[in-house]
Each structure stands twice: as C-alpha cells, then as structure tokens.
C-alpha cells in the first residue's frame, strides 16, 4: 500500500508545518511534539545517525559558515529519511528500508561529510575518517548518547490547533506510485526529489496557515496553489531526467501531477 503525503491526516500535517521548527540540543536535534497523538507514530522507527558536530576538530573561522551550513543539512536528511519512513509503511519487501531510506541517507551524508572535511582542509589539516559516522541506522527507542535523531512532529499544541482550525490543506496527487521501477543507480536522486515535493506541500500548507484572510478570492490559486504546481512541475521533471539518464527512456506524463487541490 502506498500512502502519499497528502493522505497523512492533516493534525499531523499541521503539525510537520507549524512545528517544524528544529532545537538542537546537546548534539542532538530534536523537533517539538505535543503528546496529544504521540501514540498514533508510536509504532514507527526513527532513524538514528553518529553525531559529527562533536566529532570534528576545532573549526577555522573561515570554514566556520559552510561547516554550519552542512551540519544543518546533515539534520534536514534526518528529518526527510524519517517523513520517509512514516509515508512508505507498508510498502516494498524486507529490505525497502534499506535500500530506499537508510542506503540513500548514507549516500547523502558521506558526500555532505566530505564537504565538510574539505571545508576544514582548506585552512587546517583535513579531517580523516568522519565518513565512518555516515551509516545510520533505526530505533523505535529514542536516539543514544552519541547520536542524532531528528524526529518527524506528530501533533500540536491546543493553541497551534485553534489557529489552525478550519484551514484547508493541500491535496496533491501520489508521485511516488505512478512513477515505472526506478533503477538502483537514480534511486537517490529520485528519493531526493520526491522528498522536495513533500517539503514542497508542506510550505504551502504552512502558507495556508500562516495567510488567513489575506488577498481577495483568487489569493490562494495566484499566490499558493499556482506557484506550487510550477514548482512541482520542475520537480517532476528532475525525476523524469533521473529516470531517463538510466533507463534511456524518460517517463512520459508526470507533469499531469503537478495540479493541487485544497482539503477542506
């Protein structure tokens, strides 16, 4: 079974928007929760990576803003590969976890690693061996001393839901389940991209939310739902490219997915 975004119930998505604010915390970034529906995510794992913000040496003051830069980044593949794991339940065999999220992850963090250490190496000596802290693995009991684990926010605050309530989500069509087999070798770049139209629908819902009452009737299609589809479309494109750079066929007709509508 395939489940989109869109049909996350939306005090979950909601939330993911409203509470998407990251705190890091002793080395560890943690998104704040309510416990109002922590139950509903209980069964999901999260992904649990080595820390590499206290594992590198002293940082020059020149490598300083792109160092922090890519440890950010390194938090933003957490949160993208653990949305991941709570929009793909169900789906694929015994090993889809690893070869769609944990083994794209760990892609994705050794190359954002390496800019870090050549960050670094361009004004000191060039760290060694930070890419043994790019495998991550999975916990269904919270992230151990030495490690990240960035969470996926599964509710609100009674305040976040009063504001929020009687606002309309967006409603866009599944990507991921009319795409063909996507070959081993554009899996990443297609999981990246898939993971760019869930942050895509997540802005637009937090625009929903945090423009109530602006603009006259064709706000929301001029302003949210019309610049969302042509983001989409250029999305939706990347994929097709990535597909096609293999494969030697491009899927035809993704740019039919680019349309949103609005929930409620």
């Given at each position: 079974m395939?489940?989109?975004y869109?049909?996350?119930?939306?005090?979950?998505?909601?939330a993911?928007?409203?509470?998407?604010?990251?705190?890091?915390?002793?080395?560890?970034?943690?998104?704040?929760?309510?416990?109002?529906?922590?139950?509903?995510?209980?069964?999901?794992?999260?992904?649990?990576c080595?820390s590499?913000?206290?594992?590198?040496?002293?940082?020059?003051?020149?490598?300083?803003a792109?160092?922090?830069?890519?440890?950010?980044?390194?938090?933003?593949?957490?949160?993208?590969a653990?949305?991941r794991?709570?929009?793909?339940?169900?789906?694929?065999?015994?090993?889809f976890?690893?070869?769609?999220?944990l083994?794209?992850?760990?892609?994705k963090?050794?190359?954002?690693i390496?800019?870090?250490?050549?960050?670094?190496g361009?004004?000191?000596?060039?760290?060694?061996?930070?890419?043994?802290l790019?495998?991550?693995?999975?916990?269904?009991?919270?992230?151990?001393?030495?490690?990240?684990?960035?969470?996926?926010?599964?509710?609100?605050s009674?305040?976040?839901?009063?504001?929020?309530?009687g606002?309309?989500?967006?409603?866009?069509?599944?990507?991921?389940?009319?795409?063909?087999?996507?070959?081993?070798?554009?899996?990443?770049?297609?999981?990246?991209?898939?993971?760019?139209?869930?942050?895509?629908?997540?802005?637009?819902?937090?625009r929903?939310?945090?423009?109530?009452?602006?603009g006259?009737?064709?706000?929301?299609?001029?302003?949210?739902?019309?610049?969302?589809?042509?983001?989409?479309?250029?999305?939706?494109?990347?994929?097709?490219?990535?597909?096609?750079?293999?494969?030697?066929?491009?899927?035809?007709?993704?740019?039919a997915?680019?349309?949103?509508?609005?929930?409620?």
């Amino acid at each position: 079974m395939r489940i989109s975004y869109a049909a996350v119930p939306r005090k979950f998505r909601v939330a993911a928007v409203v509470l998407g604010a990251t705190a890091v915390l002793g080395g560890a970034a943690v998104v704040a929760t309510h416990s109002g529906t922590a139950n509903a995510a209980a069964a999901v794992p999260t992904v649990v990576c080595p820390s590499v913000r206290d594992k590198l040496p002293a940082v020059p003051a020149a490598s300083q803003a792109e160092v922090t830069r890519n440890l950010t980044l390194l938090d933003t593949q957490i949160a993208e590969a653990n949305r991941r794991l709570v929009t793909t339940q169900g789906q694929g065999g015994p090993n889809f976890v690893n070869n769609a999220i944990l083994g794209p992850l760990k892609d994705k963090r050794v190359s954002t690693i390496d800019r870090i250490a050549i960050s670094i190496g361009r004004h000191a000596a060039k760290p060694a061996g930070l890419d043994a802290l790019a495998p991550c693995s999975l916990s269904t009991a919270g992230a151990a001393p030495g490690t990240v684990s960035v969470s996926v926010p599964t509710s609100t605050s009674t305040s976040t839901s009063a504001s929020a309530a009687g606002v309309p989500t967006v409603n866009c069509p599944s990507v991921e389940g009319k795409l063909p087999a996507v070959p081993a070798a554009a899996q990443a770049g297609v999981t990246a991209e898939l993971a760019n139209l869930a942050k895509e629908i997540g802005e637009a819902d937090n625009r929903l939310v945090t423009s109530q009452g602006q603009g006259g009737p064709n706000f929301i299609n001029n302003a949210i739902l019309g610049p969302l589809k042509d983001k989409r479309i250029a999305v939706l494109d990347r994929i097709a490219i990535d597909i096609g750079r293999v494969t030697g066929s491009k899927p035809a007709g993704l740019a039919a997915l680019a349309p949103c509508t609005l929930n409620g």
